[in-house]
């Protein structure tokens, strides 16, 4: 099936520690991986993708890993600032045919200053 | 920058009650989606359209919904009878092509 397993569901750390959030996703997932951010009351935004033909990619202090064999992927997010408090959702395309965005449960860091 | 929007950003309705959630994607985006979030919850797959029909629809997404482009911009989705239980944010979002979804601000709908 088509599905998309997040953990933790909350997350809380202080400023200036880093923050892991972990995913895995069923057989039938394709080759994009986005991770979207979410504010209260806001749309979820993109902040950093990463498609199979890669295992890494930096944007200054988030980070992305993905492991095809295990069939996980993992958001970092290094020297967290208050400003980075949101839930963060992981997400996966299943393209059967037409393209499906799956996204995770959503996990809720927290940033104490 | 060019955005995804939806109108209203928030309606209230009595159950039963038809209701229709309008989205105006960016205007060179092919592949359009409708994403419901309920109160707390995770982002969930409704419906996805391309070339004028719908490409792929989740269980949730039955009888009762319906999606339509009715012009050149829009992208309508009709709740036909609405239940306490659609009651939820629904965003709409656009793509370009295989990959990348732009979300617009999104429209609460409240069943009362």
């Known amino acids: 099936g088509e599905n998309v397993e997040q953990h933790p569901s909350t997350l809380s750390v202080q400023e200036g520690d880093s923050a892991v959030i972990k995913c895995t996703y069923s057989?039938?997932?394709?080759?994009?991986f986005p991770w979207y951010k979410q504010e209260l009351g806001k749309r979820p935004q993109l902040i950093i993708d990463?498609?199979?033909?890669?295992g890494e990619k930096k944007d200054q202090r988030i980070a992305v890993t993905l492991n095809k064999t295990a069939k996980h992927f993992s958001l970092h997010i290094t020297e967290t600032q208050p400003e980075d408090s949101a839930v963060y959702f992981c997400?996966?395309?299943?393209?059967?045919?037409?393209?499906?965005?799956?996204f995770g449960a959503g996990t809720r860091l927290a940033v104490h200053p | 920058e060019p955005e995804v929007t939806q109108t209203p950003s928030h309606q209230v309705t009595q159950m039963g009650q038809e209701v229709i959630l309008r989205c105006v994607p960016i205007?060179?985006?092919?592949?359009f989606y409708w994403y419901r979030q309920i109160l707390g919850q995770k982002v969930e797959f409704l419906v996805s359209?391309?070339?004028?029909?719908?490409?792929?629809k989740s269980e949730i997404f039955d009888d009762q919904f319906s999606v339509e482009r009715p012009d050149g911009s829009n992208f309508t989705l009709k709740i036909r009878s609405t239940k306490l239980e659609d009651s939820a944010m629904y965003f709409c979002?656009?793509?370009?092509?295989?990959?990348?979804?732009?979300f617009g601000e999104g429209s609460r709908l409240t069943v009362l």
């Open positions: 057989d039938s997932a394709s080759n994009y």
């Open positions: 997400a996966a395309i299943f393209s059967g045919g037409y393209n499906k965005l799956i």
């Open positions: 990463i498609r199979s033909n890669v």
């Open positions: 979002a656009s793509s370009e092509g295989s990959e990348e979804l732009f």
């Open positions: 359209f391309y070339n004028n029909e719908i490409s792929e």
């Open positions: 205007s060179n985006h092919l592949y």
